[in-house]
């Protein structure tokens, strides 16, 4: 049978738990971004928002870019997010439909997109499927792996139908600065590519945070948010799409977004019950993710690891001792530890493996006691 070579695509983070699958014994699960299987929960007015539209009967295919009253809460908390609404948005199943609805749009064979490396991989895979080319453009690590502009210019040609940012960024949980946003900016409008701006962390943060569409006022710009994060319900599989000054792209989204009839909708209740909300549970999760992030920091600067401090969501990225698939794999084996080997993320991922810094303290220790002892081991 032919299978497309388009499909040959990976995805490290979910790829590792098959190395895992062969390791006899309990490990301590350091791989995946999903704050509901350690100590998190829905919050219950976001839970009630879902089961009340179940409750009601909101049961039905909805319309294809969502339904009215969620996108009037989306343009809402946009607006009091950066100040302005967007002209579109499209709600999705999940950020991850969103990247696929705009790879889809925007790529033919022979183009490119620009894409911060480190990079999380499904930004890979989707250019991989659409048959255009990833181009990674560098990531300062000495600069709390904030993105290159000159890079950025250096890479850029006549065939790249977009920039991506990642901001706060997984897997380094950096922030950028505006200094280093507005150099996005300023590289987007030379040569007239839109911006996708990925901000699914942007209430996880610990330092002064920017939206890109405070900043990007003239140019072309897609941000993409959703609740799988920030209100901690993942399986749930809702996200969006907002659009700015590109309605071409929009209508082009539209009617992928239309051969898939609608994302959930009893779902789709659940993130307008979120966005009309109190976010009382924000500083409670800040807190408690602080006080891991400090402590696996500690524990990295014990044992020799240079790791740059995450200043939001939930992921560190040490460097590591000789090949990262090597250093994971064995981690793995010798101690029981679940990593992902940074190399997963792009090619500056090398020499790198990503940890989430989710799990209880006590847990957290243990991992920590244990990545020490294999580090010595070497
Ligand atoms: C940067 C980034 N974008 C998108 C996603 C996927 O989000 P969703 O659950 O909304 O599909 C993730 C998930 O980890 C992510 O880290």
């Known amino acids: 049978m032919k299978i497309c070579a388009r499909t040959d695509v990976h995805y490290a983070i979910r790829d590792v738990v098959a190395w895992a699958d062969k390791v006899p014994g309990e490990k301590i699960h350091l791989n995946i971004g999903d704050p509901d299987k350690f100590d998190f929960d829905t919050p219950e007015w976001v839970k009630e928002g879902m089961i009340r539209a179940i409750r009601d009967g909101k049961n039905y295919y909805g319309r294809s870019e969502g339904n009215p009253e969620v996108l009037k809460a989306i343009a809402q908390r946009d607006e009091k997010f950066s100040g302005r609404a967007p002209d579109h948005s499209i709600v999705t199943q999940g950020v991850a439909e969103s990247i696929e609805f705009l790879f889809a749009s925007l ?8 894409l911060p490396s480190p990079i999380y991989p499904q930004y890979l895979a989707a250019c991989t499927m659409n048959c255009g080319e990833p181009r990674e453009y560098h990531c300062i690590e000495e600069e709390g792996w904030n993105p290159d502009p000159e890079d950025m210019r250096k890479k850029i040609d006549d065939r790249t ?9 997984n897997p380094t949980g950096a922030i950028y600065s505006k200094k280093f946003l507005q150099g996005v900016v300023d590289v987007a409008a030379e040569h007239d590519v839109p911006i996708i701006s990925d901000e699914i962390y942007d209430m996880i943060t610990f330092d002064d ?13 897609v941000s993409l948010n959703g609740i799988s994060k920030n209100y901690l319900s993942p ?8 659009f700015y000054n590109c309605d071409e792209l929009y209508e082009s989204c539209l009617r992928l977004a239309r051969i898939r009839l609608c994302a959930n909708t009893p779902a789709s209740y659940g993130l307008l019950a979120a966005y009309t909300g109190d976010d009382s549970h924000i500083e409670p999760l800040k807190k408690k993710l602080l006080t891991r992030r400090d402590l696996m920091m500690k524990r990295f600067d014990e044992m020799g690891l240079h790791c740059v401090e995450p200043k939001g969501a939930f992921y560190a990225f040490p460097q590591c001792p000789g090949d990262d698939r090597e250093f994971v794999k064995g981690l793995l084996e010798k101690e029981k530890v679940l990593t992902v080997f940074g190399s997963g993320f792009g090619e500056q991922g090398k020499g790198h493996f990503r940890v989430v810094f989710l799990p209880d303290e006590a847990t957290l220790s243990e991992a920590c006691d244990r990545i020490e002892r294999y580090v010595k081991s070497l």
């Open 209 to 221: 945070y920017t939206p890109m569409s405070s900043l990007a006022k003239d140019v072309k710009l």
């Open 161 to 169: 139908r977009a920039i991506v940012i990642i901001n706060p960024n």
């Open 235 to 242: 399986g749930w599989r809702m996200g969006y799409s907002s």
């Open 107 to 114: 790529m033919d064979k022979g183009d490119n997109i620009l």
